[in-house]
């Protein structure tokens, strides 16, 4: 697993909508914690295929 920080709950806190736009298009991975989407499994704390 990534470090947190790299997680979008966290860097979504530090980074505008332009940086995430790239880690969330054409998602494929939502979390089962906070809900997010990603494209990389590495971008959440606990992936699952969508």
């Not at 697993?1 to 806190?13: N, R, T």
Request: charged fraction near 35%; aromatic fraction near 6%; hydrophobic fraction near 35%.
């Amino acid at each position: 697993m990534s470090d947190h920080k790299d997680h979008m709950c966290e860097f979504a806190k530090h980074h505008g909508v332009d940086e995430m736009r790239a880690r969330v298009k054409d998602a494929t991975f939502i979390c089962e914690v906070c809900g997010r989407v990603a494209n990389n499994k590495d971008y959440v704390c606990r992936p699952v295929k969508l």
